[in-house]
């Protein structure tokens, strides 16, 4: 059995535990106080929570979540302890658990067994103040569905989320999470997916505003045949901590998972962590997996940690890999564009548009693709890069 | 009508081992219309001198002047440069991942004209020149020089060249790596361009067999960070003979 977890001698405050291992309770008081000396919380602007980590908070109300459903799919809020809530995972750590319990209702999005729809499926959440608030959204895709589910998440706010995704066997669902914040805001989103035999899943995740934005998206192949592709695009300038921890768990026989993230980065104090994890079972035979992780510094003083996790606990795979890189603008590439009469600013626009845009096109959403890229745009804008 | 002056250029890198001087006093005049052959010895400073006049950062100016119409370079961005007339077909050409070569083109066409082009005269003229330099026409899609082979670079500077319309172009071994068909091709672009606009060119080369399709007005011999002497094509034919002892023995 060959392990590749968390390296105790890179920080020596936790030790080894296989990804697995961790305890899953709905319960705050089954987790630790949060504090860097816990490898989950390591990078964490602990000032930055906004309360997020209160045991007690109130939650997002029916009115602060527009919603426009395409043909097929159907919205509806139901209680937090009634089905399918909890079908898709549970809370690894406190803060998840904390949105958890104080969640009471749940947004429940179905969309219909064998139902096929091109129109994505948008859901707003706006908030307008830094109370700490808890959300939780449930999305259940039927069997054998096609939709594309993007959820947007804007304004000032301070938000403890869990997302639970299902996939039903067959089914096909693009779902999106855009974190667009204004200066202030604080947001731990917690999401689970778990699919269904031959179901795939393109889970995208976008990461644009706030100062602190923490999104962990876990997936569980415990069917065979599963597919999901994790894609993330994040722009950070000084006021943003972004941090992104994919994390896949191959349990079931032949599942493919593939995971890029990209980020670009300017000012001085921006910072942007990603830990991806990926877990190889024992049982889950045939497995192929990728994952990368890759970030553009456009100026001094930003920082990106990049830690790819592998385990591995079967040798009959077909394939199992990871890439991480973090670098600096390439001179010569400004060099090349500038000798050619195009402006310095310009160039980098060229640069990290460039950059994201392997990622970005996967995004494979029309309107998602082309919101993106203007608020890539305006990021960069902005900050007059 | 343009001139490019070159007055007293000394050059110098810094590495690991602190300063180096590479280019020690260079002159050289080139006018529209001229053709100026460089060729020296590897490491001589050829490429120094190609990058030192459109003002990459990594090469610092101790010494001399470059004047374009009077204007002086030095004081330019490297972007201004290429703007007021100046261009660099480059000896390795970078890769720009993510950008096609099409976006490329465009923005650089826009940011050269100070507007937009036309978009159907625009879309014509590219095509037009890829048929000339024959480059395919999927070649826009793909990314600026990621995955292209030693030839196909080549050819998209020269395609470059053609649709930037510059005033004075140096061009820093085109011709190495380029098979017999290609090196045609690629003299062809040249040749149009020069018959077009009036080109000024300063070519950099190892061979006399580039100097068959692009005939040269003057030929440089390039030694140890300056030219070392200055002749009409028959030097070329010299050198081929002769390669570049003779100079190496007297500098030294
Ligand atoms: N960044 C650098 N650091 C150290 N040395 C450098 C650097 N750039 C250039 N040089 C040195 O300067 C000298 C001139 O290099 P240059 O590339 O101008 O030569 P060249 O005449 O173009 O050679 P070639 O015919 O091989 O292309 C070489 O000795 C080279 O190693
Ligand atoms: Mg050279």
């Known amino acids: 059995m ?27 008081s089954d987790f630790q106080e949060i504090n860097n000396r816990q490898e989950i919380w390591r990078y964490l602007p602990m000032e930055r929570l906004n309360g997020l980590d209160a045991e007690v908070m109130s939650e997002v109300s029916a009115s602060e979540v527009a919603i426009d459903l395409a043909p097929g799919v159907t919205a509806q809020w139901i209680d937090s302890s009634a089905a399918p809530v909890g079908s898709a995972g549970l809370p690894e750590d406190r803060i998840s658990a904390i949105a958890w319990t104080n969640a009471s209702k749940t947004l429940l999005v179905e969309v219909a067994e064998d139902s096929e729809t091109t129109n994505p499926t948008t859901l707003t959440l706006s908030l307008e103040g830094l109370d700490a608030r ?46 667009d914040w204004d200066k202030g805001s604080a947001h731990v989103s917690t999401q689970f997916t778990r699919l269904g035999r031959d179901s795939a899943l393109k889970h995208v995740v976008v990461s644009l505003g706030g100062d602190l934005v923490r999104v962990t998206p876990s ?106 890189a973090s670098g600096r603008f390439d001179d010569e590439q400004l060099f090349y564009l500038m000798a050619r009469g195009i402006s310095e600013s310009e160039a980098k626009r060229l640069v990290v548009r460039g950059f994201l845009h392997e990622v970005v096109q996967k995004v494979g959403i029309a309107e998602v693709e082309d919101r993106l890229i203007a608020s890539i745009e305006q990021e960069l804008e902005q900050v007059g890069v | 009508m343009a001139t490019l ?53 990594k090469y610092e100016i101790t010494d001399g002047e470059i004047l374009l119409d009077g204007e002086n370079v030095l004081e330019m961005s490297v972007d201004e440069r290429a703007r007021a007339g100046l261009f660099l077909a480059m000896q390795y050409p970078v890769e720009v991942p993510g950008v096609s070569v099409s976006n490329f083109l465009r923005t650089a066409k826009t940011a050269l004209d100070g507007e937009a082009p036309k978009l159907r005269e625009w879309v014509g003229d590219l095509k037009k020149a890829m048929t000339n330099l024959r480059m395919d026409s999927d070649f ?88 070392a002497e200055q002749g009409g094509p028959e030097l070329a034919e010299r050198l081929e003979a002769e390669g570049y002892d003779r100079y190496i023995k007297t500098d030294a």
């Open chain 1, 2 to 28: 060959a392990q590749h977890g968390i390296e105790p001698h890179s920080h020596g405050l936790v030790p080894l535990q296989t990804r697995n291992e961790r305890p899953r309770s709905t319960s705050a």
């Open chain 1, 134 to 179: 808890a959300f939780h959204l449930f999305v259940k895709a039927g069997a054998n569905s096609k939709a594309t589910i993007v959820l947007d998440h804007a304004g000032t706010g301070s938000l403890a989320e869990n997302v639970e995704i299902l996939l039903g066997a067959g089914a096909k669902l693009d779902f999106v999470s855009i974190q």
């Open chain 1, 219 to 324: 997936a569980a192949l415990d069917s065979p045949g599963a597919d999901i592709q994790m894609f993330g695009v994040y722009l950070a300038d000084s006021s943003n901590y972004f941090e992104h921890r994919p994390y896949i768990d191959h349990i079931a026989e032949n599942c493919v998972s593939n995971v890029a993230y990209k980020g670009a980065l300017q000012g001085a104090g921006a910072h942007t962590v990603w830990v991806g994890d990926v877990l190889i079972r024992e049982t889950a035979v045939g497995t192929n997996s990728y994952e990368l992780n890759r970030n553009l510094l456009l100026t001094d003083g930003s920082r990106a940690d990049s830690v790819p996790n592998l385990e591995i606990e079967t040798g009959k795979i077909e394939g199992a890999g990871h890439a991480s």
């Open chain 2, 5 to 57: 002056e070159i007055k007293n250029l000394h050059v110098s890198v810094d590495t690991d081992q602190g300063k180096k001087q590479i280019l020690r006093g260079v002159d050289l005049v080139i006018k529209s219309g001229e053709t100026h052959a460089v060729m020296g010895p590897n490491g001589s400073g050829k490429s120094t001198l190609a990058y030192s006049i459109a003002g990459h950062p």
């Open chain 2, 140 to 227: 826009t899609e793909r990314n600026v020089n990621e995955g292209f082979s030693g030839g196909e670079k080549k050819r998209h500077e020269i395609l470059q060249l053609e649709l930037l319309k510059p005033k004075i172009a140096i061009l820093d071994e085109t011709d190495s790596g380029l098979d017999v068909d290609a090196l045609k091709v690629v003299s062809e672009g040249v040749n149009r361009a020069k018959e077009t606009t009036d080109l000024g060119v300063l070519m950099i080369t190892h061979y006399t067999r580039i100097l068959r399709y692009i005939k040269p007005d003057f030929v440089h011999v390039f030694v140890a960070g300056k030219i």
